[in-house]
């Protein structure tokens, strides 16, 4: 292929391969018509505030389940639920199942409702349905009664055998019943909310037509706020068409003042939360989902993934999620389903990296940040706070054969306080892939550390240094407390510590240099003295780790674990070889 250049030279353009025709069957599917809002505003929109939250997870969640919850989890759930937040439930489809059924009745019956919660009941636009429904609701203080049939042109012409106007007429029939028995209950405030399923395949005038028929019939003789819920019954297009479509809706709804406009996004094509946050720019003031996107094929919208999204944007969700973890097990305990380890914000290891650049970024982003929990959270590779949802820091890296020397250095200084220098940070990287690359699997944080004490700490504790050299040169450098430089004081200064260091080289029978030496406190709680002390000889470079009460011990143990490196290497003079 040739192309020319801005001056007109020729140029070859060098493709990647062009595949040829697949074998799958793609002459059987018809692309979706695009509504062609070509004056749309939604794509410049901001959402500021929360939409109201519904979860249908009792009901469009239930009914997905292998094992539908019996009245005793769906009980938890509800309760669950109501510590969140959420100020509408949806609770059951009454004439579909006794079980519906009777879990509505134990609600209203034991008083579990609190006063701000409504529950909603759904049922389709069939007068016999609608009034067992309303009659289930006897004894509740405020409830939504959801009245809905398909409009779909696939289902009108092969379920129902419908013309537009005939479906038109079961759904005003419907809405006509709703109306009359909406004060037949005393005490009990229902609410009327009309929904036009598979609205997402059903044409967009006609959707229109038969929601705002029904508006204009319910808007003069009823009392309170409408609502129509726009159910994605099945995904079929982007989130960029629900949203046109929606703000399509939003524009040209009649009565748009009195009605809440509702979405009810599904996952066919794995982007309802998207199509839901795209939904509320284009005018959605309510979204119904799950706990997790529990539902039918591959679920509902998520509505944990949507609150968390605004969340950590700064906007408050208007559902309490710090104990995240919490959240999940009970609602994997109530759906005998597991939530799946990468789930947004909620997965095992959504907050854990392996990979070895993301691991020393993380690591220098939370050392940086340090104990300033109320600056602006700005921490690669996160983007929330762990402990806002109650996480802690632990689990933010882990190692395997992909990590590198930033995340187990940050493991060190979380689990056991040990601040390692640069060379070290090497060092032990290179030995650790060396053990990660002959075992499957992560390496956890105790045998991290055992691994380190094995390298770095255990050759120190070699008994046949000369302790008489240790005492003689802590009492010459005035380090010793009692004649013995295991009871050495803190405060030593650094110098002091380097010569010390030097010194006791010397002593071991070792020609060499203290290239490096550092100092600090270390354990789990910082209850040690600590020295990393690193030893070069003879072109030869070992790293020793000592930990012991005091500065002058740790410095001493660092050297000697140095030294015996150096032996097994054939560097330093062996035990014989030191004078005594």
């Known amino acids: 292929m040739t192309a020319t250049t801005a001056d007109g030279a020729p140029t070859t353009v060098v493709t990647r391969g062009t595949p040829a025709p697949g074998p799958m069957s793609i002459a059987k599917y018809a692309p979706y018509e695009p509504i062609g809002l070509a004056d749309r505003n939604w794509p410049g929109k901001r959402v500021e505030r929360a939409p109201l939250w519904a979860s249908v997870d009792l009901r469009d969640g239930n009914q997905a389940l292998i094992d539908p919850m019996t009245l005793e989890r769906k009980r938890t759930m509800f309760d669950l639920l109501v510590r ?14 006794r079980d519906d059924h009777d879990f509505v009745r134990h609600l209203i019956d034991t008083d579990a409702i609190p006063e701000d919660v409504v529950v909603q009941v759904m049922t389709p636009v069939i007068g016999d349905f609608i009034e067992r429904t309303v009659a289930s609701l006897a004894g509740a203080r405020r409830a939504v009664l959801q009245v809905f049939n398909p409009t779909s042109e696939i289902q009108r012409r092969l379920v129902f055998r419908k013309s537009r106007a ?7 029939a419907g809405a006509a019943q709703a109306l009359r028995l909406q004060d037949s209950l005393p005490g009990t405030e229902i609410l009327l909310q009309y929904a036009p399923e598979s609205f997402t395949q059903t044409e ?16 003069p003789r009823a009392r309170h706020t409408l609502a129509v819920n726009l159910p994605a019954t099945v995904e079929v297009y982007p989130p960029q068409e629900f949203a046109d479509r929606i703000e399509y809706m939003s524009r040209n709804l009649a009565h748009r003042e009195r009605v809440m406009l509702s979405v009810h996004p599904h996952n066919d094509r794995g982007s309802g939360v998207a199509a839901a946050e795209m939904a509320v720019m284009a005018g959605a003031d309510r979204v119904e989902g799950t706990l997790f996107g529990n539902g039918e094929r591959t679920g509902n919208v998520c509505l944990v993934t949507l609150a968390m999204n605004l969340f950590s944007q700064g906007v408050d969700p208007m559902l309490d999620l710090r104990d995240l973890d919490g959240v999940r097990r009970v609602v994997e305990e109530c759906n005998l389903m597991p939530v799946s380890h990468r789930h947004p914000w909620a997965g095992d290891f959504v907050y854990t990296s392996f990979a070895g650049t993301h691991q020393d970024a993380i690591a220098k982003g939370l050392k940086a940040r340090g104990d300033a929990s109320d600056s602006p959270w700005d921490v690669p590779y996160l983007p929330i706070d762990p402990r806002d949802i109650g996480r802690d820091y632990q689990a933010l890296i882990r190692i395997n054969s992909q990590s590198g020397k930033g995340g187990i250095a940050h493991l060190l200084r979380a689990e056991r306080g040990v601040e390692m220098p640069r060379r070290l940070q090497i060092d032990f990287a290179a030995a650790m892939q060396r053990v990660t690359e002959t075992r499957e699997g992560e390496i956890t944080a105790a045998e991290l550390w055992q691994h380190f004490d094995q390298r770095y700490i255990q050759p120190g504790t070699d008994e046949s240094f000369p302790q008489s050299a240790d005492g003689a040169l802590g009492g010459e450098l005035g380090l010793e407390r009692g004649g013995d430089l ?20 010397l002593a071991y029978g070792v020609q060499g240099e203290v290239r490096e030496l550092v100092t600090g406190r270390a354990g789990s709680d910082g209850e040690s003295d600590s020295a990393c002390c690193e030893v070069v000889a003879e072109g030869r470079s070992c790293w020793g780790f000592g930990l012991a009460a005091a500065s002058a011990p740790a410095v001493a143990a660092a050297v000697r674990s140095a030294v015996s490196q150096l032996r097994k290497e054939g560097v330093a003079a062996t035990a014989e070889e030191i004078p005594r």
């Open 204 to 219: 967009p005038d006609y959707a229109l037509e038969i929601c705002n028929e029904v508006l204009d019939f319910w808007a």
């Open 84 to 97: 969140l937040g959420f100020k509408e439930i949806e609770v059951g489809y009454p004439t579909a199942s």
């Open 166 to 172: 005939e479906v038109k007429a079961m759904a005003l």
């Open 486 to 505: 295991d009871g050495a004081s803190d405060g030593v200064p650094v110098t002091g510590l380097h010569e010390l260091a030097v010194r006791l080289l």
